[in-house]
């Protein structure tokens, strides 16, 4: 196992700090895993204690392990190239210079703003994303945005003739046999997340699009626990060949797909470089804490769970160690740290 010691100790310190309530993490090297689990579920109206088989709502990491993965079993059937224009599935979008290929690296330079969005019933909501108007970053800037993917679950809706979640649990998650995904957990097994309301958050997402759109949603909702995204992370790194697509589309991932004045991305997943051979290392990250790190070159990654949004969103100071965390993880796992 790779030394990890530098980026244990920030992990662990985010405890200790109270930055964060607990954290559950694992750290993957080929077939070794380590996993811990410190602090605690939560820490209000009552101190509970954090479970290391614990689910998390994943906020973000829907997009790219439940919403883009039906997407990627569809290109490696040869059904869709990506190529394809958003409007072809989606009439009612009528910019028909947006290709799928745009929402999945975040360069469709769809404008992402909604005047009294979370007002909106579930179908105001899908009307309002749906003609939300192009703007003139389109293709030239990677701007992150819900939208994006909101947008290419309505898009396999329109091909499945089912929601987005519905089609992930059967084309996804039953196929890969995980026990512990679901966009309807037991509560009981549920991390707490922010109070909303004057309520506690359980086995609830804390995203209000989430919450509005239920199943129609392909950016946020899912949840799930350590032992099953490692089931993912071994996938991805070519450990196990339990994902709904092929190895050869999986390594697909891990290369830029935006031209080189744009910042790096791959489809769905963020994109770092390995500070000596400068091949790309994927990434994703969650507003409710959640993190995922993966290096297929050397077969290793680092998953890390927090309820960094409990009791309160209002938590800035992780978003400055959490990157400190995805910086020092990459250096550890470079080669030149590896012969030391």
């Not at 819900?146 to 947008?151: A, C, P």
């Not at 998650?173 to 991390?191: A, E």
């Not at 297929?296 to 998953?303: D, K, P, S, Y």
Request: aromatic share 10%.
């Amino acid at each position: 196992m790779i030394d990890y010691h530098q980026t244990q100790h920030l992990i662990e310190s985010m405890v200790s700090e109270r930055i964060v309530p607990g954290v559950n993490y694992a750290f993957i090297d080929g077939e070794q895993i380590f996993t811990s689990t410190v602090g605690f579920a939560s820490i209000y109206p009552t101190v509970t204690q954090l479970s290391p088989f614990a689910m998390y709502d994943l906020a973000s990491l829907t997009k790219v392990l439940a919403t883009e993965n039906i997407l990627l079993k569809l290109y490696d059937q040869g059904k869709i190239n990506f190529s394809e224009p958003l409007s072809a599935f989606i009439p009612e979008f009528k910019d028909n210079r947006v290709r799928l290929s745009h929402l999945l690296t975040h360069t469709s330079g769809i404008k992402g703003w909604i005047p009294h969005r979370d007002a909106l019933n579930h179908d105001e909501l899908i009307k309002a994303i749906i003609n939300l108007p192009v703007t003139d970053e389109f293709n030239q800037i990677m701007r992150y945005a819900d939208t994006n993917f909101i947008l290419l679950g309505l898009v396999i809706k329109s091909l499945y003739h089912e929601p987005v979640q519905t089609v992930a649990v059967n084309e996804v998650i039953k196929l890969m046999g995980l026990k512990h995904t679901s966009f309807y957990p037991r509560v009981d097994s549920c991390v707490p997340t922010a109070i909303v309301n004057n309520t506690v958050l359980q086995g609830i997402p804390h995203d209000p699009k989430a919450r509005q759109l239920r199943s129609d949603c392909g950016s946020a909702g899912l949840f799930s626990s350590m032992e099953d995204l490692i089931k993912f992370a071994q996938g991805y790194l070519g450990l196990r060949n339990n994902l709904p697509f092929s190895q050869e589309t999986t390594s697909l991932l891990f290369d830029n797909k935006v031209a080189k004045n744009i910042k790096p991305r791959s489809w769905g997943w963020d994109i770092r470089f390995d500070p000596e051979y400068q091949y790309p290392i994927i990434l994703h990250t969650g507003f409710t804490g959640t993190l995922i790190i993966l290096d297929r070159h050397r077969q290793t990654g680092l998953i890390l769970l927090t309820n960094r949004i409990h009791p309160t969103g209002h938590n800035t100071i992780f978003l400055a160690m959490r990157e400190k965390i995805i910086q020092t993880f990459i250096e550890e796992n470079s080669f030149e740290t590896r012969i030391k």
